[in-house]
């Protein structure tokens, strides 16, 4: 019988995977996979148990402490600003790669942003067929205690005519699929509602 990855089942407890996927691996746990289900159960206690911590709140004192010593910080200017480009502080593509093993990875790339209070995630992986891409990704408010950003509406396009809608969990996670052009462009509205936009030219190097 054919197990699906750990990966896999993550993003099931999480309720990120893909709808298509989804019915699958449903399927499959119908079938009576005991291996599955195991690790399923374990996923889903830890989703569980972070449910659970983000319902706890900081003492009020701790808080004001934490305010009062970022008063002053770089973070803090920034906010008055309504950025709409990100400013780009990792790409797995400019990291030196060791000799003998340059093709390694090059259906993947993961990229972290900054856009005034928010941080963005994103992680691109090329399709088997070479189609499509998949593109996940977290956004992060630096102002809020729970470092997430929930129900937040992103669009996402790959500037040849297809567009696609995601909306973030309570994790601040999305994942979504789209037919691959070589190009993305990624859409949001940050602070004060502005959009921040990403672009990507040539996203997986090809």
Known sequence: MM???????????RQVVR??????????LEQGCERCSKT???????????????NNTPPGEAVRIAKAFFADSKLTKERGRSDSLAELLFDSF????????RSAGIGTRQMLYRA???????????????RNVVVTGQLLDLRHSELVSHNLQVTLSNLHGRVVQATT???GEFREEIENSGNL?????????????ISLQDDLGA
């Open 185 to 197: 462009e990624l859409k949001f509205h940050g602070a004060n509602y502005e959009p921040v936009v």
């Open 94 to 101: 400019l990291r030196p790669v060791l000799e003998g093993i």
């Open 116 to 130: 005034g209070p928010f941080q963005i995630d994103l992680l691109i992986e090329s399709q088997a067929s070479g």
């Open 19 to 28: 709808a298509t996927m989804k019915e699958k691996m449903r399927e499959h």
């Open 40 to 54: 399923l159960s374990l996923w889903q206690r830890v989703r569980q148990t972070a449910d659970a911590e983000a």
């Open 3 to 13: 197990h699906f990855p750990v990966e896999e089942w993550t993003d099931f407890a």
């Open 169 to 171: 969990n309570q994790f």
